[in-house]
């Protein structure tokens, strides 16, 4: 294809504001869908298909348009709408030249679209501002499309106004993209560069990588070689999605499409990195290609000790679609057996930790999430600490932590709760904006480990459900934190070993003894349960020497929690751990990390 005739695209959105249904009219108006088999979210549902192996993600849909009397083809490039998958959001925003801000008229502007937007405008896309679901009683067009002119500049009438439901206003908005969309340039005769900026695995065909050609062409058949390995492989399919893949010729200037090479391992076509020709490759990669970073680390062990090898293979499997993906053998006294895994993010942990638990039936447990600090010691030497066993004894000399800038909007009346919230996380505030009378955007720097756990639940508590929240690695700072080991009887329980900072401490120390206590069974002898930082204990708890009978401890309660207290004794004895010289049910370690 002609690049002058080529419009690529994405749609930016906040979760909900309607960019699944908007796709779902483009694909019919464009008629790559029949309407007897248009469903709801359809390119939502494949992506269900293809995790169950049927077909291949729609990364990317070619579509067909006639503006004056030419016909131009549409890419629509999918991005992942979370901070956690901020790498893959940008090499997704690189292959396109123009982006649909989409906003629920409704609702206005949220965290998430404003997070994409400041990125597409770093990548230097054009911006289509269009306010949806006009067809709802409650939306207010014309407030929001002030609110969006006064973001991106521009007059509010040039917001489009569209109903993704009823189909109003979608053809017009394709035919904006035609003109206001610049087509893609490249090199035709140059060697062949495409940039990958996808790469799924599937059951039957093996990794499909999606890419877009900036310069020369790709052919059916050829070798290809990735340019962050050498790695070559005979290229066994190229085409195009519409939605459903349709083989191809090749792919040239501007185009985007799939290849599949017959690579098992998503690892092998990474994304970001750069595919030439074996027998004339580019000199240069385009550029930017980073390696996936886990951010956030946690422990995580099978419940039933025995399943530690299907874990194993578990995390094996997942790596094969999942690059970002990390993972190493770790030993823990009160848990036994398991792995130090490596996210990009907490939802990268929670959607990881599910699909293990759905997908192989696995009963996890982990322990609390860790970022990745840097401790220099005395003697000069740098330790990268992302396991709280690894923080090296003695008095450091730095400890730095990584930071994020974050995004919250909200509505004016709670900005008092927010500020207090981010305050108590260590924020420091970096500015403050009015979207409009009612609506506030707040800037903070945080340290990443204030965010990673609970922030996000606070933040919806404190407002009502009511802000939004979008936050962006930055770099590191130095931080005054220490080690808090909680000991059984004058011994450490690794699992519960935390970094904290020095004012945290106390209260995360007696926050966990506390709830040990609570949880530990009576021993035949008396048993201290401190926190400590060094050998200096900060807080101390004790458990009692054992009774005659376990259910005196609910003298006047009723039978049947007397029948429960004793089946868990029962399990318990089942799977003791024993820590120096105390038994401790494996359910008392579980407990205390699961609540909260
Ligand atoms: P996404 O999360 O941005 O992909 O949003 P979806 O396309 O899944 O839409 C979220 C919800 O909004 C769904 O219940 C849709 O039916 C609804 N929705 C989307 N577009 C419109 C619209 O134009 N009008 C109305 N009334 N509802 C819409
Ligand atoms: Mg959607």
């Known amino acids: 294809t002609d690049p002058s005739l080529i419009r690529n695209f ?42 169950r192996g049927i077909t291949i993600k729609s990364q990317a849909v070619r579509m067909p348009w006639e503006f004056e009397g030419e016909s131009f083809a ?24 123009g982006a649909v801000l989409l906003v629920d008229a409704a609702q206005g502007i ?3 679209t404003l997070a994409n937007l400041y990125l597409a405008m770093e990548h230097d896309l054009v911006i289509i501002p269009v306010l949806n679901k006009i067809d709802l009683p409650a939306a207010e067009p014309d407030k929001y499309a002030e609110e969006i002119a006064h973001l991106i500049g521009g007059d509010p009438d040039d917001v489009l106004r569209v109903s993704g439901k009823t189909g109003a206003g979608v053809e017009e908005l394709l035919d904006r993209l035609v003109v206001e969309v610049p087509a893609p340039t490249g090199d035709a005769d140059a060697p062949a560069r495409a940039m990958i900026f996808d790469s799924v695995y599937d059951t039957y065909r093996g990794v499909v990588t999606f890419v877009r050609v900036v310069d020369g062409h790709l052919s059916r058949r050829e070798q290809i070689r990735m340019m962050s390995t050498d790695a070559t492989h005979s290229l066994l399919e190229i085409g195009v999605s519409q ?43 385009i550029g930017g290609y980073q390696e996936p970073r886990p951010m956030v680390f946690s422990g995580l062990f099978p419940i039933d000790g025995s399943e530690f090898p299907v874990l194993r293979e578990a995390l094996e499997k997942l790596q094969l679609n999942d690059a970002a993906l990390s993972f190493e053998p770790e030993t823990s006294a009160a848990l036994g057996f398991g792995f130090r895994v490596g996210f990009l993010g907490l939802l990268h942990l929670e ?8 997908e ?31 923080f090296p004894d003695g008095k450091p000399t730095e400890i730095r932590e990584p930071i994020v800038d974050a995004t919250v909007i909200v509505p004016a009346e709670y900005v008092g709760p927010v500020m207090e919230l981010c305050q108590s996380r260590r924020g420091t505030m970096q500015g403050m904006d009015y979207l409009s009378e009612e609506r506030v955007e707040l800037r903070y720097t945080l340290p990443l ?31 005054d934190l220490v080690k808090v080991d909680i000991l059984l009887q004058g011994d450490k329980v690794d699992a519960f070993s935390a970094i904290t900072h020095r004012d945290h401490a106390y209260s995360y120390g007696v926050k966990m003894a506390k709830r040990l206590k609570d949880l530990i069974p009576r021993q035949q002898f008396e048993v201290p349960v401190q926190a400590a930082v060094g050998s200096r204990i900060i807080a101390r708890e004790t458990i ?6 376990v259910l005196s401890k609910c003298y006047g309660g009723d039978i049947s929690r007397k029948r429960k207290l004793l089946e868990k004794q029962k399990e318990g004895k089942k799977r003791m751990k024993t820590v120096g010289t105390v038994d401790v049910p494996q359910e008392a370690f579980i407990a205390a990390l699961s609540s909260d």
């Open 10 to 51: 994405c749609i930016i959105a906040h979760i909900d504001h309607g960019k699944s249904t908007l796709a779902d009219r483009m694909l019919q108006l464009t008629g790559v869908v029949q309407p007897r088999e248009m469903k709801d979210q359809y390119l939502d549902r494949m992506d269900i298909e293809r995790e």
């Open 74 to 97: 549409f890419h629509m490039i999918d991005t992942p709408g979370h901070v956690d998958f901020s790498y893959e959001v940008s090499r997704s925003l690189d292959a396109c030249e």
């Open 110 to 112: 949220e965290a998430q």
């Open 243 to 285: 939605p459903e893949p349709q083989a191809t010729e090749g792919l040239g200037v501007g185009e985007v499409g799939y290849l599949i090479t017959g690579v098992k391992d998503v690892r092998q076509s990474k994304v970001g990195d750069t595919v030439t020709a074996r027998d004339r490759p580019a000199a240069e990669r």
């Open 351 to 358: 959607i990881t930790r599910q699909r293990l638990e759905a």
């Open 360 to 390: 192989y039936d696995l009963d996890l447990i982990s322990t609390a999430p860790n970022v990745i600090y840097h401790v220099t010691t005395e003697d000069g030497e740098l330790h990268e600490v992302t396991n709280p066993s690894e």
């Open 449 to 479: 480990a204030e965010i990673v756990f609970d922030f996000f639940d606070q933040l919806k508590s404190r407002t009502k459900g009511y802000a939004s929240l979008n936050w962006q690695g930055t770099g590191d700072q130095a931080a």
């Open 544 to 549: 009692r020497a054992i009774r005659k009978d």
